[in-house]
């Protein structure tokens, strides 16, 4: 499904299996690399400070990050809170979360419109999207994750489970929230 009007390209991700390890490139979404990286490193999650919560315990932690994040990244950013399909703002706020357990810089092609799929489980997608001309590096996936959690924070009516929308951030790039299929 993707976003329409934009060129869906593989995520690439450079990050680390080991504390000061080499530096890997692996494709996909944070989900599928998380599983990637455990397998290559099984104390990933140690090594890396990553605490493992219950489901539940996850779900919740990630509603409270929506709402307390410090959305530094995003403050003041415009957003649209309509035009796509709504997801379970639990399911993307979990996928923000996930977001905060990568380390590395996040890199997108040129655009505009140039859209990797960053994360999405359970019907709920998060995008990102590059709006300039030439490549975009940024500094963390943290950034993406504040963008999501934005979308959540602005767009989520007050009732019901679902939201979705797209974050503008000020360099000319998006992040989108919303159903997708996976």
């Known amino acids: 499904m993707g976003v329409e009007g934009f060129d869906l390209m593989t995520v690439e ?16 979404t944070v989900e599928e ?26 779900i919740d932690a990630a509603i409270e990050s929506a709402v307390t994040q410090a ?5 003041d950013a415009p957003v649209n809170c309509a035009g796509y399909d709504d ?9 923000a979360r996930y ?9 997108r092609g040129p655009g505009p419109g140039s859209c990797g799929r ?15 001309s030439k490549a ?7 950034e993406i994750s504040d963008g999501a959690y934005h979308v959540i924070n602005k767009c989520y009516r007050g009732v019901g489970i679902l939201v979705s929308g797209r974050a503008f951030h000020k360099d000319n790039w998006t ?5 997708d299929r996976c």
């Open 175 to 179: 992040v989108v929230g919303r159903w």
């Open 136 to 142: 975009k590096t940024i500094n963390s996936f943290k």
């Open 71 to 75: 959305d530094d990244v995003f403050k």
């Open 13 to 28: 991700w450079e990050v680390q299996a080991h504390p000061g390890g080499e530096n890997l490139t692996l494709t996909g």
């Open 87 to 95: 997801a379970d703002r639990k399911r993307l706020a979990q996928g």
């Open 33 to 58: 690399v998380l599983k990637e990286l455990r397998i290559i490193n099984p104390n990933y999650d140690q090594d890396f400070g990553i605490t493992t919560l219950s489901f539940t315990e996850a």
């Open 99 to 107: 977001l905060l357990d990568v380390q590395g810089k996040p890199t």
């Open 118 to 132: 960053v994360s999405c489980s359970w019907n709920a997608a998060i995008y990102w999207c590059n709006m300039d």
